[in-house]
């Protein structure tokens, strides 16, 4: 004889037609297991082959019944056969589900499967569940990004902004591989930031560490923990110039002194005795410094003493450059002018006019790119007032004039900051927001301050 659950229901098959009895019950435990205690029942069926037993209550193990005994546990079916396994029994359960769905109207099928479910649940052992819940994982936790193409990850991944892509690397190490490959998805965020983007580097980590270290930056700088703040003593009065280049910092003061400190230490290298400094440039070798006394000399670091004097403005002189390379020196000018001189010889070469305001910043910078006025190679030499800034050629020409005027308002309800910086692709110029010319035709870009790093 063996048995089968459905419900509340035990449905037992015996394999003669007698009345099964007392042997029926331990049949039911023989069959459940141990897991199932002793169980009180009436009679509800009895037709030919199949016994339906209902169930009225459980009663403990030992209930006198013999079906705790090791003699309950040993016996057979009325033909002499052991009976199956716990996991045979289970079995009959599900065929049982079975033919109940056959049998059953649609519309009450999902009240007994939870039924039959839970019932099935409260039989099982460790192993059971474990199984079950490995296959219920696989069943109801599909991961998209690893089962996907690449190339179909990708694609979707390009659709989700930085941030959320960290996030998504903090799910699993599979999505953080997936993520962290992902080349385009990278560079676009540093294009975002304003990183100039080298196609030849196709590394995806090196763009997501790019990023990571921009944002990082950013983050520094909105909580003031970006630097690290010394105090270098040693100027007894206003330090009005400083001039930074590879870790060493010039600083020109009222105190009619220059020195040259090392930024890693805070130790001054030299000072000398100048003028009253309103801009200083330095190398290896030499100190050029612009004065509020009208001139601008040259000094060497080791000795200290002048080399070259330039006299000729009838102004301060607030900004100062010079070229080894071409033997030049320029100056700009609170007399409106930006005058080129031979570093060498001290000698004027050319007064360029034009400008209608202070002269407060000149940069003498080689070209980079092809541009409408000059090829890559090319010296550009550029002068900026308070509302303009004006492109020069380099050369020796009497009263020649500029090539380009670049201006940010016509007319001139926005200041420009002396904050003139070009590096041979672009110039830039600050006042409430950050002004970009393009080398190549001069086009001009706004940044707001959100948008610069």
Known sequence: MTFGCAGSRLILRASGGGAPSLQCRRFARRGLGPALPSLQYRVVEWPSLVLKVTLLSRVPADCGAGCGSAESRSCGGSD??????????????????????????????????????????????????RHLSNNLEILLKRDFLKLLPLELSFYLLKWLDPQTLLTCCLVSKQWNKVISACTEVWQTACKNLGWQIDDSVQDPLHWKKVYLKAILRMKQLKDHEAFETS????????????????????TGSDDLSAKLWDVSTGQCIYGIQTHTCAAVKFDEQKLVTGSFDNTVACWEWSSGAKTQHFRGHTGAVFSVDYNDELDILVSGSADFTVKVWALSTGTCLNTLTGHTEWVTKVVLQKCKVKSLMHSPGDYILLSADKYEIKIWPIGREINCKCLRTLSVSE???????????????????????????????????CLTTDTCI
């Not at 996991?87 to 589900?97: I, K, T, Y």
């Open 80 to 129: 002499g056969r052991r009976e199956a396994p716990c996991h045979a029994g289970l079995r009959e359960s599900a065929q049982a589900l079975a033919t109940a769905r056959r049998r059953t109207p649609r519309a009450g099928l999902l009240p007994e499967k939870n039924e039959t479910l839970d019932h099935l649940i409260s039989l099982s052992g460790a192993v059971q569940l």
């Open 231 to 250: 105090s270098l003593i040693g100027h007894s009065a206003r330090v009005y110039a400083l001039y930074y280049k590879d870790g060493l910092l010039c």
């Open 411 to 445: 007319d001139r309800s926005i200041s420009l900051q002396p904050r003139l910086h070009f590096d041979g692709l672009s110039n830039l110029q600050t006042s409430q927001m950050c002004h970009c010319w393009a080398l190549e035709r001069y086009l001009l870009y």
